[in-house]
T-cell receptor
Framework: GAGVSQTPSNKVTEKGKYVELRCDPISGHTALYWYRQSLGQGPEFLIYFQGTGAADDSGLPNDRFFAVRPEGSVSTLKIQRTERGDSAVYLC?????????????FGPGTRLTVL | KQEVTQIPAALSVPEGENLVLNCSFTDSAIYNLQWFRQDPGKGLTSLLLIQSSQREQTSGRLNASLDKSSGRSTLYIAASQPGDSATYLCAVKNDRRVSGTYKYIFGTGTRLKVLA
């Protein structure tokens, strides 16, 4: 089936605004991950969902960041009161069940620019 | 805390050269190591996955090796082509007992440019 998709592909917003980034995982994948990639850096883990629940949110930088996955499929990453330092590419990945041998499949990312 | 380092940060080579990209990690308690390719403005494409019990994996002109005890992996690209130009990322999947989640920890990447 289709791969991981993310929308929008690009988002430009002003400092202080609220943004939502969407991830559609591969159908049937119960595990979903969000990563953030700043310019010139490798992706950094933000949060991991197993089904509907956030099993590990240890990578979220602060309480302005929040993510949901209400039906165990689509996930939305929400950023409140955006700051210029939030500018980055936000990557989503999904895997079949989140086990050690699972392959994580990455989406194309959403490039967020905070002016 | 697991840290992944990639050397060199950037590399420019003439077409046809064989080249080696290096990756090192500080904690050997990993399940696997994966090499990804990232083209500008694009997502990640998986190249090779090496399980912790394996020593190497090969796909076409690519060969990746893993020395878990010394915390090192290399990606060997044979007969490089301009189409190989991209950023190459190394990532390790930590033992869940260490990090609690099978998440990837990435290096900062090697930007490769192959000149025609």
């Amino acid at each position: 089936g289709a791969g991981v998709s993310q929308t929008p592909s690009n988002k430009v917003t002003e400092k202080g605004k609220y943004v939502e980034l969407r991830c559609d995982p591969i159908s049937g994948h119960t595990a979903l991950y969000w990563y953030r990639q700043s310019l010139g850096q490798g992706p950094e883990f933000l949060i991991y969902f197993q089904g509907t629940g956030a099993a590990d949110d240890s990578g979220l930088p602060n309480d302005r960041f929040f993510a949901v996955r209400p039906e165990g499929s689509v996930s939305t990453l929400k950023i409140q009161r955006t700051e210029r330092g939030d500018s980055a590419v936000y990557l989503c990945a999904s895997s079949l069940s989140g086990t050690s041998t699972d392959t994580q499949y990455f989406g194309p990312g959403t490039r967020l620019t905070v002016l | 805390k697991q840290e992944v380092t990639q050397i060199p940060a950037a590399l420019s080579v003439p077409e046809g050269e064989n080249l080696v990209l290096n990756c090192s990690f500080t904690d050997s308690a990993i399940y696997n190591l994966q090499w990804f390719r990232q083209d500008p403005g694009k997502g990640l494409t998986s190249l090779l996955l090496i399980q912790s019990s394996q020593r190497e994996q090969t796909s076409g002109r690519l060969n990746a090796s893993l020395d878990k005890s010394s915390g090192r992996s290399t990606l060997y690209i044979a007969a490089s082509q301009p189409g190989d130009s991209a950023t190459y990322l190394c990532a390790v999947k930590n033992d869940r007992r260490v990090s609690g989640t099978y998440k990837y920890i990435f290096g900062t990447g090697t930007r490769l440019k192959v000149l025609a």
